[in-house]
């Protein structure tokens, strides 16, 4: 257990439908990512904040998706209108960047099939 | 666009012996390279990481030899247990500056035979 939990572990919804996903990051880490998984590949990045700010986003982040992280502490995803393809682990990373050092700590990963 | 990519997709090994574990990348200005483990079910795990101004690195058990000439980085895990049993990813922060988004490669299953 790396201190970074995430809710739900799964979640199966239908299509169209939205969902959201929360993380709640090591305390006092003061930077959160998000990576979504498929079967077979690696973590893809998604986004990050540092602090409350949202300070990159990737291209897979379409418009059905959102992130946030109000207090700088806990951070959610959001998907509006979900679609087959969605289906994926969310993966939820955090760490506190010193400098330039920085390690990524990961939760357990959101597991999403959309029907 | 920056890539990691490992050599072989699975890697069979006996119990106690030593495992081998490659990775390749692209971006000959990166500087901090990072190995996780993931098991079934679960979250990477960090097991070591490694910076340019070193060629080797040694942790519990595993070790990270990093050539920056062939950009090329190895994890080696000695006396393989079945707890060993997991995908293992390579991963590089893309480009240069602030941000510590990670790439990825597409894993390594390393299987552990009793």
């Known amino acids: 257990d790396t201190g970074v939990s995430q809710d739900p572990r799964h979640k199966i919804t239908k299509r169209g439908q939205n969902v959201t996903f929360r993380c709640d990051p090591i305390?006092?880490?003061?930077?959160l990512y998000w990576y979504r998984q498929t079967l077979g590949q690696g973590p893809e990045f998604l986004t990050y904040?540092?602090?409350?700010?949202?300070?990159?986003k990737s291209r897979l982040l379409s418009d059905r998706f959102s992130a946030e992280r109000p207090k700088g502490s806990f951070s959610t995803l959001e998907i509006q209108r979900t679609e087959q393809g969605d289906s994926a682990m969310y993966l939820c990373?955090?760490?506190?960047?010193?400098?330039?050092?920085?390690?990524?700590?990961f939760g357990p990963g959101t597991r999403l099939l959309v029907l | 666009g920056e890539s990691v990519g490992l050599h072989l997709p699975t890697l069979s090994v006996q119990e106690g012996d030593n495992s081998i574990i490659n990775c390749a990348y692209s971006n000959s200005a990166s500087d901090y390279f990072i190995w996780y483990k993931q098991e079934s079910g679960k979250g990477p795990q960090f097991i070591i990481d490694i910076r340019s101004n070193m060629d080797k690195r040694q942790g519990q058990r595993v070790t990270v030899l990093l050539n920056k000439t062939v950009k090329h980085l190895s994890l080696q895990i000695a006396a393989t247990q079945p707890g060993d049993s997991a995908v293992y990813f390579c991963a590089v922060p893309h480009g240069s500056g602030n941000t510590g988004k990670l790439i990825f490669g597409q894993g390594t299953t390393l299987q552990v035979k009793p």
């Open positions: 904040f540092q602090n409350e700010a949202q300070l990159e």
């Open positions: 305390s006092e880490h003061n930077r």
């Open positions: 990373a955090s760490s506190l960047r010193t400098g330039r050092e920085e390690t990524q700590y």
